[in-house]
């Protein structure tokens, strides 16, 4: 499968963004978001099941970003409201056939990555 990352740019802190990530080839994976801030390791953001029942966040995102997908269009979109200096990151989708995963080792799929940049 390839992942294709888009939505990335330069926002002011407390404005809104929202990545999305399109599938090519199979529908039913797991997905997930994982950022990489400058100087850090990769880290957890959000992740959905494959039917989008279930949804994870990591409680730096929680209550400001949403994950959602749209099955039919082997998308998968993350919301990003009230937006932080500290959200500035190369964002990447990624996916697998495997349950929904908190974990980046996990996941066998990665998009190119998208840059988020957060002015305060």
């Known amino acids: 499968v390839q992942l294709q990352a888009s939505g990335g740019g330069l926002v002011q802190a407390g404005g809104s963004m929202t990545l999305s990530c399109a599938a090519s080839?199979?529908?039913?994976?797991?997905m997930g978001w994982f950022r990489r801030a400058p100087g850090k390791e990769r880290e957890f953001v959000a992740a959905?099941?494959?039917?989008?029942?279930?949804?994870y966040y990591a409680n730096s995102v929680k209550g400001r970003f949403t994950i959602s997908r749209d099955n039919a269009k082997n998308t998968v979109h993350l919301q990003m409201n009230n937006l932080q200096p500290e959200d500035t990151a190369v964002y990447y989708c990624?996916?697998?056939?495997?349950?929904?995963?908190?974990?980046?080792?996990?996941?066998?799929?990665w998009g190119q990555g998208t840059q988020v940049t957060v002015s305060s």
């Open positions: 959905t099941s494959r039917g989008g029942a279930s949804t």
């Open positions: 990624a996916a697998d056939t495997g349950p929904v995963n908190t974990d980046p080792g996990r996941y066998h799929h």
């Open positions: 080839g199979r529908s039913w994976y797991a």
